[in-house]
C-alpha cells in the first residue's frame, strides 16, 4: 500500500508570495491533518479534514487554509507569504476521526521564504 | 489543557547502552490515547507504538519497550542495546478520545548514538 504522498517537496518563495501544497493520503483514509514543523516551536497542528469538512483548527492565522477533495487528498495553502512561514509542512493521514486512529505522515514539504 | 512535555531535548549514548526518553502528559480526558513517532534525519515520521488510557500493561517490540503509568502521568520509551540506526528525534504525542481531537505533540528529544 502506498504511503502518505506530498507534493512538491522542496519550494522556495518570495515574500508576498502564496503557495500551495498538497498532500494524497494512504488509500481508504478519510482523515488528513497538516502540521507545521519549525525548529522553535516543534510540531504545531495546523488543521484536520474528513470527509471533505474541516473538523479541527490550529492556532494559526487566516493566511492559512486548507481544502480535502472527494477523493481525500487535501491542500493547503499559504497566502500573503512571510519570512516565518519557513517551515517543514506535514501531511498526516488516518483511517477515521476518533482519536484511537493512529495518523501516518509523509515525508513533508519543506518551504523556504525569502 | 492538553499538553506533552519530553524534557530531554537531545540525549547521546554509546552504541549497545540503554537509554530511556521521557514523556509526562497532561489531560483532563478520561479517555486518551498516546503515541511515540520517530523521525529519522530523511524527515518522515514514523508510527512506533499508540497506548489508550486503559491499558496501562507495558509493551515490548523487540528492542523498544514503553512504561505507561497513570499515576505519574507518563508514557517513557526504552531503547535497549541502542544502534546507530536509533538515531533520530522522536516525538511523544497525545490525543483525545472523542472524534474530532487533535493530536498534541512533544517537542521531541534528539537521539544520537555514537559507535
Known amino acids: 500500500k502506498a504511503g502518505v504522498t506530498q507534493t512538491p517537496r522542496y519550494l522556495i518563495k518570495t515574500r508576498g508570495q502564496q503557495v500551495t501544497l498538497s498532500c494524497s493520503p494512504i488509500?481508504?483514509?478519510?482523515?488528513v491533518s497538516w502540521y507545521q514543523q519549525t525548529p522553535g516551536q516543534g510540531l504545531q497542528f495546523l488543521f484536520e479534514y474528513f470527509s471533505e469538512t474541516q473538523r479541527n483548527k490550529g492556532n494559526f492565522p487566516g493566511r492559512f487554509s486548507g481544502r480535502q477533495f472527494s477523493n481525500s487528498r487535501s491542500e493547503m495553502n499559504v497566502s500573503t507569504l512571510e519570512l516565518g512561514d519557513s517551515a517543514l509542512y506535514l501531511c498526516?493521514?488516518?483511517f477515521g476521526q476518533g482519536g484511537h486512529n493512529e495518523q501516518f505522515f509523509g515525508p513533508g514539504t519543506r518551504l523556504t521564504v525569502l | 489543557a492538553q499538553k506533552v512535555t519530553q524534557a530531554q531535548t537531545e540525549i547521546s549514548v554509546v552504541e549497545k547502552e540503554d537509554v530511556t526518553l521521557d514523556c509526562v502528559y497532561e489531560t483532563r480526558d478520561t479517555t486518551y490515547y498516546l503515541f511515540w513517532y520517530k523521525q529519522p534525519p530523511s524527515g518522515e515520521l514514523v508510527f512506533l507504538i499508540r497506548?489508550?488510557?486503559?491499558?496501562?500493561q507495558n509493551e515490548i517490540s523487540g528492542r523498544y519497550s514503553w512504561n505507561f503509568q497513570k499515576s505519574t502521568s507518563s508514557f517513557n520509551f526504552t531503547i535497549t542495546a541502542s544502534q546507530v540506526v536509533d538515531s533520530a528525534v522522536y516525538f511523544c504525542?497525545?490525543?483525545?478520545?472523542?472524534?474530532?481531537?487533535?493530536?498534541?505533540f512533544g517537542t521531541g528529544t534528539s537521539l544520537t548514538v555514537i559507535p
Open positions: 497506548r489508550n488510557s486503559f491499558d496501562e
Open positions: 498526516a493521514s488516518s
Open positions: 504525542a497525545l490525543r483525545g478520545g472523542n472524534t474530532g481531537n487533535q493530536f498534541y
Open positions: 488509500s481508504g483514509h478519510r482523515s
